[in-house]
């Protein structure tokens, strides 16, 4: 298991210490989460190793995973153990009861993800293991939008719930 002192915080980003790849944002320089595994970080690393320089997206990185091209089964497998351990660190901290992983995943195929879910489970832990449940999301579209619109109402009903439950009385 990584140790706590790989990784630091960096305003909303998660860095991996000893990284050597750039982020694009000026205030972390070096090893956030965001500049390796995300979905153009995947893309750039497959551009980088190609002789040819071919421009790739993301999710051609991913599916090629799926169908086990060696270089991006290794690229998406560097990320997801990469996302496991972080996700991991972030369960012993907040202590969440539910992991939910954008659907997106699922297109690396299977074996990506056992290997997201042996190194999230390595990194969490066993007193956090019990309550925690995982899921991959099944929905494909506007997910940041609707994620964002539930917590707005999960706000306006705390908020609704204290004002029903004070004295207080609107004129």
Same mark, same amino acid.
């Given at each position: 298991?990584? &140790?706590?002192?790989?990784?630091?915080?960096?305003?909303?980003?998660?860095?991996?210490?000893?990284?050597?790849?750039?982020?694009?944002?000026?205030?972390?320089?070096?090893?956030?989460?965001?500049?390796?595994?995300?979905?153009?970080?995947?893309?750039?690393?497959?551009?980088?190793?190609?002789?040819?320089?071919?421009?790739?997206?993301?999710?051609?990185?991913?599916?090629?995973?799926?169908?086990?091209?060696?270089?991006?089964?290794?690229?998406?497998?560097?990320?997801?153990?990469?996302?496991?351990?972080?996700? &991991?660190?972030?369960?012993?901290?907040?202590?969440?009861?539910?992991?939910?992983?954008?659907?997106?995943?699922?297109?690396?195929?299977?074996?990506?993800?056992?290997?997201?879910?042996?190194?999230?489970?390595?990194?969490?832990?066993?007193?956090?293991?019990?309550?925690?449940?995982?899921?991959?999301?099944?929905?494909?579209?506007?997910?940041?939008?609707?994620?964002?619109?539930?917590?707005?109402?999960?706000?306006?009903?705390?908020?609704?719930?204290?004002?029903?439950?004070?004295?207080?009385?609107?004129?």
């Amino acid at each position: 298991m990584l &140790g706590c002192l790989e990784y630091q915080w960096c305003r909303c980003h998660v860095v991996k210490r000893n990284s050597q790849v750039d982020c694009n944002d000026a205030l972390c320089g070096i090893g956030c989460l965001e500049a390796i595994a995300s979905l153009s970080a995947l893309a750039k690393k497959a551009a980088e190793s190609d002789f040819l320089k071919r421009q790739y997206s993301g999710m051609d990185i991913l599916r090629a995973a799926a169908k086990h091209d060696k270089l991006a089964s290794r690229i998406v497998d560097e990320a997801f153990t990469l996302l496991g351990t972080t996700v &991991g660190g972030l369960v012993n901290i907040l202590s969440p009861q539910m992991i939910l992983f954008d659907s997106i995943i699922n297109e690396a195929g299977p074996e990506a993800l056992t290997v997201l879910m042996r190194s999230l489970q390595k990194a969490v832990l066993a007193s956090h293991q019990k309550q925690l449940k995982v899921r991959v999301s099944t929905l494909t579209s506007h997910i940041g939008a609707l994620g964002g619109a539930a917590a707005i109402l999960v706000r306006q009903r705390d908020i609704f719930l204290f004002i029903r439950h004070t004295t207080l009385q609107f004129v």
